[in-house]
Nanobody, 123 residues
Framework: QVRLVDSGGGLVQVGGSLRLSCAAS????????IGWFRQAPGKEREAVSC????????YYPDSVKGRFTISRDNAKNTVYLQMNSLKPEDTAVYYC????????????????WGRGTQVTVSS
């Protein structure tokens, strides 16, 4: 059974850090492109990071570049999103998702999603 579990969210102060995890079961995560998205109340879901399959390139929008880092741990079948220097505007529910092709910033192009993990940055 294919399953993605995203976790690691929480409440953090401005300037703090969190590491989100996206753990897979039922398939090998390294065979797929993994994207991290976020959705704040009243806003559309937006891409915050992506990593292509099998050690491929990573991508970040300007809003998080230099603060967020995506990485894989193939032994644990897990992808991480390290988030540093967090800002109040980073507050959202964060989701990981996979797709078969290369990175895309369009949520509709992803095939399977985790349930999300809440990140709240307090000022």
């Amino acid at each position: 059974q294919v399953r993605l579990v995203d976790s690691g969210g929480g409440l953090v102060q401005v300037g703090g850090s969190l590491r989100l995890s996206c753990a897979a079961s039922g398939f090998t995560l390294d065979d797929y492109t993994i994207g991290w998205f976020r959705q704040a109340p009243g806003k559309e879901r937006e891409a915050v990071s992506c990593i292509n399959s099998r050690g491929g390139k990573t991508y970040y929008p300007d809003s998080v570049k230099g603060r967020f880092t995506i990485s894989r741990d193939n032994a644990k079948n897990t992808v991480y999103l390290q988030m540093n220097s967090l800002k109040p505007e980073d507050t959202a529910v964060y989701y990981c998702a996979f797709r078969y092709l290369r990175c895309s910033s369009y949520p509709r192009e992803y095939n399977y999603w985790g349930r999300g993990t809440q990140v709240t940055v307090s000022s």
